[in-house]
């Protein structure tokens, strides 16, 4: 069981890191916007993982806090970005 946790930690590790480099380097707005995304899900998986192996819930309120952020956060830039374009 330690080294499904291991692999799936270093999985998850480098996947945060390709989000995080698409986040600094991205060429546009929507780059950004969609890594952002990508390393909220991945930290929701990575938290998710850490409550399966651990056998509790207490980080659920934090998954389901970390799930508004990640739908508003798209949505308020899905809003604002077209009316950029515009001008």
Same mark, same amino acid.
């Given at each position: &069981?330690? $080294?499904?946790? $291991?692999? +799936?930690?270093?999985?998850?590790? $480098?996947? +945060?890191?390709?989000? @995080?480099?698409?986040?600094?380097?991205?060429?546009? @707005?929507? #780059?950004? @916007?969609?890594?952002? !995304?990508?390393?909220?899900?991945?930290?929701?998986?990575?938290?998710?993982?850490? &409550?399966? =192996?651990?056998?509790?819930? #207490?980080?659920? %309120?934090?998954?389901? @806090?970390?799930?508004? =952020?990640?739908?508003?956060?798209?949505?308020?830039? +899905?809003? =604002?970005? %077209?009316?950029? !374009?515009?001008?």
């Amino acid at each position: &069981m330690t $080294i499904v946790a $291991i692999v +799936a930690g270093i999985m998850l590790g $480098i996947g +945060a890191l390709c989000a @995080v480099y698409r986040i600094v380097r991205g060429p546009s @707005v929507l #780059d950004r @916007v969609i890594a952002s !995304d990508v390393l909220v899900a991945t930290i929701m998986c990575a938290l998710g993982a850490e &409550m399966a =192996f651990n056998r509790h819930t #207490d980080n659920l %309120p934090v998954l389901l @806090v970390l799930a508004l =952020f990640g739908v508003l956060g798209s949505l308020s830039v +899905a809003r =604002f970005l %077209p009316k950029q !374009d515009r001008a």
